[in-house]
């Protein structure tokens, strides 16, 4: 079975600080995508990175990063000198790879993120 | 292009009554899935499509039905609406694609549904 697990239910950090989400993932597939994903106060859902199994390379992305470690299944998420902007919920998703599509993601519970200006 | 389009964004029913909640993608994504969104539980699955005419049942499936009768609509019926139904859905369209060492996907998702049963 897959699971997804987000410990961190809420955090709450004063803007311009760097913060960590963290998700710890699950899964006894040896392929399998991971995601992110954004929910601002409007409530939709935004794509944010999607990281495939074989590649550990982490990414970054203007003040964005993300750290893929298999041996420890974490893919953690780090906002670099966070804004305002940047509260919103955020979901860790996994799907298993194999020839399947996103049509069954795994969603982790959610972190509230709130930036205090 | 609109993407994937939910209607209606706000519902309110009475406890027993049905109701059909519309989605449909322009993007000819061949895979669809409804997720409802609960407080502190994240999104979870109620049923998918890998194509017309294919659905299966998610991780909470009971008390909905859904249908593929073409590639661009998905809609999601609740028969006997419940308070526990109380949620935020969510309809999701994705793709595969083959790449060099494995595949290529990504879920793209609709504005999303608030449905209160009272």
């Known amino acids: 079975a897959q699971k997804v697990t987000q410990a961190q239910t809420e955090i709450s950090v004063v803007e311009k600080e760097d913060v960590t989400l963290d998700c710890v993932y699950e899964?006894?597939?040896?392929?399998?995508?991971l995601f992110w994903y954004k929910q601002p106060p409007s409530g939709e859902l935004v794509f944010l990175i999607r990281?495939?199994?074989?590649?550990?390379q982490n990414e970054i992305s203007g003040r964005y990063s993300w750290n893929f470690q298999k041996s420890t299944s974490s893919f953690n998420f780090t906002i670099t000198a966070s804004q305002v902007v940047d509260s919103a919920v955020y979901f860790c998703?996994?799907?298993?790879?194999?020839?399947?599509?996103?049509?069954?993601?795994?969603f982790g519970q959610g972190t509230r993120l709130t930036i205090n200006p | 292009n609109a993407g994937v389009t939910q209607t209606p964004k706000f519902q309110v029913l009475k406890t027993g009554q049905s109701m059909t909640l519309q989605c449909a993608q322009d993007?000819?994504?061949?895979?669809m899935s409804w997720y409802r969104q609960d407080p502190g539980m994240g999104l979870r699955l109620i049923h998918y499509s890998v194509g017309a005419g294919i659905t299966d049942q998610g991780e909470v499936p009971n008390g909905y039905n859904v249908s593929r009768s073409t590639t661009e609509d998905f809609p999601l019926r609740l028969l006997s609406a419940a308070p526990s139904q109380t949620s935020v859905y969510f309809c999701a369209s994705s793709y595969l694609l083959p790449l060099t060492g494995g595949w290529n996907t990504e879920a793209f998702f609709g504005q999303g549904t608030r449905l209160t049963v009272v």
């Open positions: 899964t006894r597939d040896t392929t399998y995508y």
């Open positions: 990281r495939n199994s074989f590649d550990e």
């Open positions: 993007m000819n994504h061949e895979y």
């Open positions: 998703a996994l799907v298993p790879a194999s020839g399947q599509g996103a049509q069954k993601l795994v």
